[in-house]
């Protein structure tokens, strides 16, 4: 079974600061990796994903997030963040070749200060 | 390009009433579809998915049931709403090859 952590509830920050979110997951198989992104009131919307290749990948809105094995990590960082980032992000799992069942963290909250 | 749509958005309704959410998908075919929950302060659980018509998997015991009447239709019903129901529930979609999800706007469901 697979299980994801993000170690910080919450995450503080000023305006055009660079920011870095933890994401750790266990898995005993492959997997896929994603971070979400949630708006108040809104669904989630996909940031950017690992699947397969270059562990740097790039997603929407500047972040980027670096898949690393050996750590079982996938941090997300922008490098200067701007108000429009306070959200709620979401990094989740699932198990390659499986239902594409997706395992969430529970979310850290960006609070973007100006 | 693909559409995904949830209705209502918000929903008020009491103890031990009926519940039915609709979410349907455009621009694809055959697509895996899913729904979750997300529980005040709490992540979001998995608690049905769907590989095709009439075909559901649940992921826990729960007051709630799921049904796919069409290829781009997943509906989520209760015929006795609990307090605990309450929450936000997502409708997501993927491809055959499961790889990646895409998730509605959301139903906002407040049972008191």
């Known amino acids: 079974a697979q299980s994801v952590t993000q170690l910080d509830s919450q995450v503080p920050v000023f305006e055009e600061a660079p920011v870095e979110l933890r994401c750790n997951y266990s898995s005993s198989v492959s997997v896929y990796l994603f971070w979400y992104v949630q708006y108040p009131n809104q669904g989630l919307q996909l940031l950017l994903k690992?699947?397969?290749?270059?562990?740097l990948v790039k997603g929407i809105n500047g972040f980027e997030a670096e898949f690393n094995k050996s750590q079982t990590s996938f941090h997300l960082r922008k490098p200067s963040v701007h108000i429009s980032d306070t959200a709620e992000y979401f990094c989740?799992?699932?198990?390659?070749?499986?239902?594409?069942?997706?395992?969430f963290g529970q979310g850290t909250t960006l609070q973007v200060k100006p | 390009s693909q559409t995904i749509h949830q209705w209502p958005a918000t929903l008020v309704q009491p103890v031990g009433s009926p519940l039915s959410l609709e979410c349907t998908v455009e621009g694809t075919s055959n697509p895996n579809l899913y729904w979750y929950r997300q529980a005040a302060g709490r992540g979001l659980q998995l608690l049905f998915y769907?590989?095709?018509?009439?075909?559901i998997s649940s992921e826990v015991p729960q007051n709630l049931s799921a049904s796919r009447p069409q290829d781009r239709q997943f509906i989520l019903s209760s015929k006795k709403l609990l307090l605990s129901d309450s929450g936000f529930y997502l409708c997501?979609?993927?491809?055959?090859?499961?790889?990646?999800?895409?998730f509605g706007p959301g139903t906002r469901l407040l049972v008191l």
């Open positions: 989740a799992v699932s198990e390659v070749g499986n239902t594409g069942k997706l395992i």
């Open positions: 690992y699947l397969s290749g270059s562990t």
């Open positions: 997501a979609w993927s491809g055959l090859a499961k790889e990646t999800q895409y």
């Open positions: 769907s590989v095709g018509i009439g075909q």
